[in-house]
């Protein structure tokens, strides 16, 4: 068994953080095009698992995920993953994929394996060949593999790790332990569960490796926060270091907190947010953390004003979302671009289509699940499952349910019928927009569904060549522009 040497260089931090955009859109080409160009490039651990499998069964033409596992520290792991998954030359187009297990909070050993051997992968993929630093997104919403990730992260020498979409408080102790290979367990939200009941995914990395590794590298821990009272909660409660903060506004893409107080709609249907959502950045200034402002600041301008407010600098999604090197596939790339650059595409914050209950922007691309005929032309199908909730089930055991799936289903696992009106199967879709949407018995391919920021200029203004294609070093120049 070998292991990779993990550097502990002084942490310099960035000014220009790459947003970690799930699932996929920030991969490991895009990461390390932002580090090579001297700042944070961010993967997204959200589904790897899946993601990981399923470009196993695409045949890994390239042969990067073979030539990542060949660093795994365990290789006997890494073979039981070939075995079960890689497909050479990839599985017929018609076939498909072979899943991996939903996420339970105790899942079977496999499934622990495939997690952090597939955020190992990503990870030391985009740190190869280079000495920029990187870091790994992961939401505090999807709790089960989080133990499992971030493991498998550190394995390979992940610089930061960014969190938001809930209250990581826990995370940061959880590093500090990881780093030592010591035995973590994490809280799981259960629904219907009483205050004295404690439901835990555990892992012990020692139980994993007959040698221990190396001692790893801690990573800074960036929380992503949208209010000052979180700010503060986590400073003064997070289980270890707090690192500093990513503040986000609502115009971000992907999930938006809900707003505050009572939930108003505009005209349109989307969540008004008003004066209580504002952040007063004097306070989190005195908190004395570094930060970085996130939700259209992807400008030359905004970076100036970030900057100027005190902050560290600025974490961009939308823009590099677009970049040559992002997940997303070519096609929703050139048609996202050239309908933003035409002026006639609109976003819209839908307050129910995510399964977590918190608003997500959508992107009114047609052609995609925003159009309500391909929606309802869709069958409700759970098969992945990382936005199912744990609930208490009334012998005590626990059960797993997620509004989008079909409503029998769900209100058979004592659901409430409202919960799944308009819901939107986030996990398929945000699969099919990275090229690996699953496809059915009956023919059907899951649909793309595409999120991004309010903001769309900067996808305008970054200068294209000639056509409706740029990369993330034309994002970083245009971002730098005036400094
Ligand atoms: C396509 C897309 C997917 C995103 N997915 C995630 C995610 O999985 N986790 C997360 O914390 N933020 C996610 N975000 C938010 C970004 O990380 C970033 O904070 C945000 O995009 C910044 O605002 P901007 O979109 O105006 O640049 C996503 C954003 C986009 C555009």
Not at 2 to 27: T, W, Y
Not at 134 to 147: H, Q, R, V
Request: charged content about 25%; proline content about 7%.
């Amino acid at each position: 068994m070998k292991h990779p040497q993990i550097k502990h260089p002084q942490i310099k931090h960035p000014m220009i953080i790459q947003g970690g955009m799930g699932a996929g859109v920030s991969d490991w080409r895009l990461a390390k095009a932002v580090s090579r160009a001297g700042h944070l490039g961010v993967v997204s651990g959200t589904a790897l698992d899946q993601i990981f499998v399923r470009r196993l069964q695409t045949g890994d033409p390239e042969g990067f995920l073979r030539k990542a596992m060949k660093h795994f520290p365990d290789q006997e792991m890494t073979q039981k993953i070939m075995d079960a998954f890689f497909i050479p030359d990839g599985k017929p187009k018609t076939e498909p994929f072979k899943a991996v297990p939903a996420i339970s909070i105790h899942p079977d050993r496999l499934t622990k394996e495939l997690l952090i051997v597939a955020n190992f992968s990503e990870v030391f993929l985009a740190k190869e060949g280079h000495e920029g630093i990187i870091g790994i997104n992961l939401l505090e919403k999807i709790p089960c593999p989080n133990l499992y990730s971030l493991y498998g992260a550190m394995l390979a020498g992940v610089d930061y790790v960014i969190m938001g979409a809930g209250i990581p408080k826990d995370i940061p102790g959880i590093l500090d332990r990881l780093a030592l290979h010591k035995n973590v367990s994490l809280k799981i939200p259960v629904e219907g569960s009483a205050p004295e009941d404690d439901y835990r995914a555990q892992f012990d990395p020692g139980s994993f490796f007959p040698r221990k590794p190396p001692v790893l590298k801690r990573p800074e821990f960036l929380c992503i926060i949208s209010s000052v009272t979180l700010a503060k909660m986590m400073f003064r409660k997070a289980s270890g270091k707090m690192n500093g903060f990513i503040v986000e506004s609502p115009c971000a893409g992907g999930h938006n907190a809900p707003p505050r107080g009572q939930l108003k709609l505009n005209e349109k249907g989307e969540p008004v947010y008003g004066q209580r959502d504002a952040i007063n950045l004097e306070t989190i200034k005195s908190i004395g953390l570094p930060f970085w402002l996130a939700g259209s600041y992807g400008s030359p301008e905004k970076l100036k004003e970030a900057l100027a407010e005190g902050a560290q600098g600025i974490q961009v999604g939308t823009a590099f979302a677009f970049s040559k090197e992002s997940g997303f596939s070519k096609s929703i790339k050139q048609r996202a671009i050239q309908r933003i650059t035409q002026g006639n595409i609109s976003v819209f914050t839908d307050p129910k289509a995510s399964p977590t209950g918190f608003p997500f922007k959508i992107l009114l691309l047609e052609g995609s699940l925003s159009e309500a005929e391909r929606y309802h032309k869709r069958q409700r199908i759970c098969d992945s499952g990382y936005l199912r909730h744990p609930y208490k089930k009334p012998d005590g055991s626990v059960g797993y349910r997620c509004p989008s799936e079909q409503e029998s289903a769900y209100i058979k696992k004592y659901g409430n019928p409202e919960d799944t009106k308009d819901k939107k199967c986030l996990c398929n879709s945000l699969l099919a927009n990275i090229g690996l949407a699953q496809i059915r018995k009956n023919g059907y391919i899951e649909d793309v569904l595409v999120t991004v920021g309010d903001d769309l200029q900067p996808i305008s203004n970054i200068p294209k060549n000639g056509n409706y294609s740029y990369s993330a070093q034309d994002v970083l120049n245009y971002l730098l522009k005036n400094l």
